[in-house]
């Protein structure tokens, strides 16, 4: 790809430092080609040719820098990672073909056989799995601890303790962690945290900043925001992304460009619809909370939520996920989800469109029942990820579910 040295004030990277994240949103990433393009282009090319078989030679060996093949380095795959690399300000990313594709990876690049990973217990599902199914095939050991008590995670530590891993704030209760100190503990003991920052995004919540080592997302969620694709990511120092790097080139889990551009193009809006996304979830959580038959509501922004104070210094908004309980258990909560009209029924989230599902008999199906209640998914849970519709909308198709219980 040539880039155009001559039209030099066209958005590098050198005159974003110091530029607020809605700016970073738009600007970051972007090499223009010498076809003077606006908008970045898809390189839909699985490899790249050289002007001689030197050049091919100097490029395969590193010697000079250029792209030899999609699996390795594509053009809109790097505008993406640069981008997302901006946000979260870390030194480098590397993007995934899924959000458990960059789990996995990090994971592939970062343990050993014979370390010891601790995990939060409220992480998502298919996360557990891959912790407590994969990792131990790998000769990795596995604990799980409680997200919000920073005793477990300390008394879980042992001599090969190399990964932390977790979400904050987690799915469907919106509990939190405290990163600074998760980071210490971490790092007291020559081990990395790694955060999966999807449903805060940068936009809310920077853990890189916090101390954290690797940020990891599922891009599929807010990052697209418009349901239209799946894709992953993980930022970090360069130290960090060089082995992930070497892992993806090896082993092959890469975005594909198309997908990239489509998250490029999402995170041009994520800083504004994240703003829209709190809003409406931050109403939605007050109006519930005074609605008959509905017996807690779940939301860090509420301020009665035991780390409402965490998620005030923690996080620049409290985002888009709530989830509330209805008095009358499963049938119940049933009755509510199928009586609303406009919400979507699926386990989805970080979309345009609100969703709305029952925890205990969808995304949390696999817990026993005592698992199940010992990690709060009781059976009158129901969770909506708030989307863009106008609030007095999504009321009334709340209060159809409420006229349903
Ligand atoms: C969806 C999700 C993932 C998995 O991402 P995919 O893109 O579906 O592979 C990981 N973590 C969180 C918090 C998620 O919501």
Same mark, same amino acid.
């Given at each position: 790809?040539?880039?155009?040295?001559?039209?030099?004030?066209?958005?590098?990277?050198?005159?974003?430092?110091?530029?607020? *994240?809605?700016?970073?949103?738009?600007?970051?990433?972007?090499?223009?080609?010498?076809?003077? +393009?606006?908008?970045?282009?898809?390189?839909?090319?699985?490899?790249?040719?050289?002007?001689?078989?030197?050049?091919?030679?100097?490029?395969?060996?590193?010697?000079?820098?250029?792209?030899?093949?999609?699996?390795?380095?594509?053009?809109?795959?790097?505008?993406?990672?640069?981008?997302?690399?901006?946000? /979260?300000?870390? /030194?480098?990313?590397?993007?995934?073909?899924?959000?458990? =594709?960059?789990?996995?990876?990090?994971?592939?690049?970062?343990?050993?056989?014979?370390?010891?990973?601790?995990?939060?217990?409220?992480?998502? #599902?298919?996360?557990?799995?891959?912790?407590?199914?994969?990792? *131990?095939?790998?000769?990795?050991?596995?604990?799980?601890?409680?997200?919000?008590?920073?005793?477990?995670?300390?008394? =879980?530590?042992? *001599?090969?303790?190399?990964?932390?891993?977790?979400?904050?704030?987690?799915?469907?209760?919106?509990?939190?962690?405290?990163?600074?100190?998760?980071?210490?503990?971490?790092?007291?003991?020559?081990?990395?945290?790694?955060?999966?920052?999807?449903?805060?995004?940068?936009?809310?919540?920077?853990?890189?900043?916090? #101390?954290?080592?690797?940020?990891?997302?599922?891009?599929?969620?807010?990052?697209?925001?418009?349901?239209?694709?799946?894709?992953?990511?993980?930022?970090?120092?360069?130290?960090?992304?060089? /082995?992930?790097?070497?892992?993806?080139?090896?082993? #092959?889990?890469?975005?594909?460009?198309?997908?990239?551009?489509?998250?490029?193009? #999402?995170? /041009?809006?994520?800083?504004?619809?994240?703003?829209?996304?709190?809003?409406?979830?931050? +109403?939605? =959580?007050?109006?519930?909370?005074?609605?008959?038959?509905?017996?807690?509501?779940?939301?860090?922004?509420?301020?009665?939520?035991?780390?409402?104070?965490?998620?005030?210094?923690?996080?620049?908004?409290?985002?888009?996920?709530?989830?509330?309980?209805? +008095?009358?258990?499963?049938?119940?909560?049933?009755?509510?989800?199928?009586? @609303?009209?406009?919400?979507?029924?699926?386990?989805?989230?970080?979309?345009?469109?609100?969703?709305?599902?029952?925890?205990?008999?969808? @995304?949390?199906?696999?817990?026993?029942?005592?698992?199940?209640?010992?990690?709060?998914?009781?059976?009158?849970?129901?969770?909506?990820?708030?989307?863009?519709?106008?609030?007095?909308?999504?009321?009334?198709?709340?209060?159809?579910?409420?006229?349903?219980?």
């Amino acid at each position: 790809m040539t880039v155009n040295k001559a039209e030099q004030r066209q958005g590098y990277d050198a005159e974003l430092e110091g530029c607020a *994240p809605q700016t970073l949103a738009v600007r970051s990433g972007q090499q223009r080609t010498d076809v003077h +393009e606006h908008c970045e282009p898809i390189f839909t090319t699985s490899s790249y040719v050289f002007r001689t078989a030197a050049e091919a030679a100097a490029v395969f060996s590193g010697e000079q820098p250029g792209n030899v093949y999609s699996r390795y380095t594509n053009p809109t795959v790097a505008a993406f990672e640069q981008r997302m690399a901006a946000l /979260e300000g870390g /030194e480098a990313a590397v993007a995934t073909a899924s959000g458990m =594709a960059a789990i996995l990876s990090v994971c592939m690049a970062h343990l050993n056989q014979g370390d010891h990973v601790i995990c939060s217990r409220s992480v998502f #599902g298919t996360t557990t799995t891959v912790f407590s199914k994969y990792m *131990p095939k790998m000769g990795v050991e596995v604990s799980f601890v409680d997200l919000v008590d920073p005793q477990s995670w300390e008394a =879980a530590i042992r *001599p090969n303790t190399r990964m932390l891993f977790l979400e904050t704030p987690s799915n469907p209760l919106s509990e939190l962690a405290d990163l600074k100190q998760l980071s210490q503990l971490a790092h007291t003991n020559n081990a990395l945290l790694v955060v999966d920052n999807c449903f805060c995004t940068p936009v809310l919540q920077q853990p890189l900043k916090l #101390g954290a080592d690797i940020v990891v997302h599922s891009a599929t969620k807010y990052i697209d925001g418009q349901g239209r694709c799946v894709g992953g990511v993980a930022i970090g120092s360069a130290e960090h992304m060089k /082995e992930l790097t070497l892992f993806m080139r090896a082993c #092959g889990p890469s975005l594909s460009p198309f997908n990239a551009w489509i998250l490029l193009k #999402g995170i /041009e809006t994520l800083p504004l619809r994240i703003k829209a996304h709190c809003e409406n979830a931050g +109403e939605l =959580a007050q109006w519930l909370q005074q609605q008959p038959g509905i017996s807690k509501v779940h939301y860090c922004g509420l301020e009665d939520h035991p780390q409402h104070q965490l998620a005030k210094q923690q996080q620049n908004g409290f985002g888009g996920v709530l989830a509330f309980e209805v +008095e009358g258990g499963q049938e119940a909560a049933w009755r509510f989800i199928d009586s @609303t009209r406009l919400v979507s029924i699926t386990a989805n989230l970080g979309d345009a469109r609100t969703t709305i599902t029952h925890p205990a008999s969808t @995304t949390h199906c696999r817990l026993s029942d005592e698992d199940k209640q010992k990690a709060g998914i009781v059976p009158g849970l129901i969770r909506v990820a708030v989307g863009l519709e106008d609030i007095s909308d999504l009321k009334k198709d709340l209060v159809r579910g409420l006229a349903g219980l």
